[in-house]
């Protein structure tokens, strides 16, 4: 079945270094959206993004898909405490399975 | 506050139990998903329903099932409860059944089983 992964699982950072999480996908996806989810909490819509090497930017935050529509990343630039949590990237299949990859779990020490 | 309400929020019960948790979409929502988070684990996709009907099944166990309402608000039962099957599970809503919609998720309902 489709797989999601993503890399690194984990990652500590010093306050106002960069970030970057990797997704891939086992199939070609239609759309990529990215959730983050902060400890203890449910996850929150941060974007979605349709378009075959599509880049979006939310202030800190830049977002990309890949040209095969099978790769995503996200990159925190600058990172703040706030910025503490989980990121999934997540899509469906061609038969509206949603499938979330594994997730990478943010820290960032001030 | 994302507009859609799960109840419980917490769960306790024993192995080879039933419990049957709720959840309500965001007003104007038609579509409600169903997941599964174990601890420290991804999000895994039970189901989809949308107006009634089931849109999509993914990893659900058959002894899981769910429902939606007329109402639209949505029910995942659980039984025989496994130790395994302690976890968080979310609801989320989504206004139409296309899976480019962006979706709001409940605060979820964390089961314990004994």
């Known amino acids: 079945g489709q797989q999601v992964m993503q890399i690194p699982q984990y990652q500590h950072v010093q306050e106002g270094e960069d970030f970057t999480t990797y997704c891939n996908s086992s199939?070609?996806?239609?759309?990529i959206q990215w959730y983050k989810q902060r400890p203890g909490g449910h996850p929150v819509f941060l974007i979605q993004?349709?378009?075959?090497?599509e880049v979006k930017k939310q202030k800190r935050l830049t977002f990309q898909f890949g040209e095969a529509k099978k790769n995503s990343s996200l990159h925190i630039t600058a990172t703040q405490t706030t910025d503490v949590g989980t990121y999934f990237c997540?899509?469906?299949?061609?038969?509206?399975?949603?499938?979330f990859g594994s997730g990478t779990k943010l820290n960032v020490k001030p | 506050d994302s507009g859609v309400t799960q109840t419980p929020k917490h769960l306790i019960t024993a192995t080879g139990q039933r419990v049957t948790l709720r959840c309500s979409p965001r007003s104007g929502d038609l579509s409600v998903y169903w997941y599964q988070q174990s601890l420290d684990q991804g999000l895994q996709f039970l189901i989809q329903y949308y107006n009634g009907e089931e849109r999509a099944k993914g990893n659900i166990l058959e002894r899981f099932s769910a429902q939606q309402f007329p109402d639209l608000h949505s029910e995942l039962n659980l039984s025989s409860l496994e130790l395994g099957d302690s976890a968080l599970y979310f609801c989320a809503s989504s206004r139409r059944p296309s899976g480019t919609d962006t979706q709001y998720f409940g605060p979820g309902t964390r089961l314990t089983v004994l």
């Open positions: 199939t070609t996806l239609s759309n």
């Open positions: 997540a899509g469906p299949d061609n038969f509206n399975k949603f499938y």
């Open positions: 993004l349709v378009k075959s090497g």
